[in-house]
């Protein structure tokens, strides 16, 4: 069942009270309306619906989604009228960082050209800002605070910046119970030109905390993030990544989430573009198509984070990093 199909039925039964009269509107099954909350469902990773014998009742998730997808689907009804229906064509370039970009960017951009035959996509994986206009990209999602501008943007969440390590390494390192004790251990950085990198922190106990930025001696420098977080993983050191790309190594055990009272504030997430590139079929039903997708991922990787409670192994303890799949 197709995505937008699946909003439009959840919205639907919403409205109406109960997924028959939903299934009744758009002339479908009632097993497909089943069918589309199901899917809705997976992709959130939570219930959105309460179903009993006499009404719907939406979960506190269930509120949040439901104004992401009604939101969609109006800009899907302000497109051409063959839009909706796949009759969209032409080109597009995408950039995203290199990592973010091949996780969880590429999947998305592979469903949309599915669905969009006639569309083709130039796609740049870069690690720096991207101008827009000079490079001839229609749509950048940027992982940073945006600066003022003329360019529109569309919030897709945030993602948090960690200090992990692997079990082997803590359990053979001196204690973390400060940044000031990163002096005392192996820090793997992403500064390949220099030995110190400035690493950001907040203050424990400051709702709003103000990061500062300590300079780090980093005994191992990269230009790669997945290069680091590999080094990581077999036991190499102390690493800054971002949330996104460990959640399922901290979930596994395979690194453990170090100095979290000290965590800055989280990264914006946003899809960045021309606002008069943004009357174009293909930007809008990319946008519309991607914005839902990333809104969920994101939200279900600070799930993710916020249910891991592990504590740091102590500096006698044995054990061994579990295998990477």
């Known amino acids: 069942m197709d995505r937008f199909d699946a909003m439009s039925l959840f919205v639907a039964a919403v409205d109406e009270g109960s997924l028959a009269a939903a299934a009744r509107r758009y002339g479908r099954s009632a097993a497909a309306a089943t069918r589309a909350v199901a899917l809705l469902e997976a992709l959130a990773g939570e219930a959105l619906l309460l179903r009993s014998t006499r009404r719907l009742t939406l979960t506190a998730t269930g509120h949040q989604q439901i104004a992401i997808f009604r939101d969609v689907l109006a800009k899907l009804g302000a497109l051409d009228p063959g ?46 800002m991207v101008d827009l206009i000079g490079e001839g990209v229609d749509v950048a999602v940027r992982l940073a605070p945006l600066p003022d501008s003329g360019l ?6 945030t993602v948090q910046r960690l200090i992990c390590a692997s079990p082997d390494y803590l359990a053979s390192a001196g204690r973390l119970d400060h940044p000031k004790d990163l002096d005392e251990h192996v820090c793997i950085g992403l500064n390949a030109g220099s030995d110190r990198e400035l690493w950001a922190f907040g ?64 990264t914006p997430v946003n899809f960045v573009f021309r606002a008069e590139s943004a009357k174009r079929g293909a930007l809008r039903a990319f946008v519309d198509h991607a914005t839902p997708l990333l809104r969920m991922e994101l939200a279900r990787i600070a799930r993710v984070l916020a249910t891991l409670d592990r504590p740091v192994p102590s500096t006698d303890s044995g054990g061994s990093t579990p295998p990477r799949p």
Not at 94 to 110: C, D, Q, S, Y
Not at 152 to 157: D, F, M, P, Q, R
Request: aromatic share 4%; glycine share 8%; charged share 20%.
């Open 152 to 157: 529109s943007a569309v919030k897709l969440g």
């Open 83 to 128: 839009a909706s229906a796949g009759a969209i064509g032409g080109s597009l370039t995408i950039t995203a960082p290199e990592l973010f970009g091949r996780l969880k960017v590429m999947p998305i951009i592979e469903t949309f050209l599915t669905r969009h035959p006639a569309v083709s996509a130039r796609v740049l994986m870069l690690n720096r």
């Open 203 to 266: 203050t424990p106990a400051v709702e709003r905390p103000r990061p500062r930025s300590v300079s780090i001696y980093t005994r191992l420098a990269l230009n790669s993030a997945a290069a680091a977080i590999d080094a990581a993983l077999r036991g190499g050191g102390i690493i800054r990544p971002l949330s996104y790309q460990v959640a399922e190594d901290l979930v596994a055990g395979r690194l453990i989430r170090v100095l979290a009272g000290f965590d800055p504030p989280p």
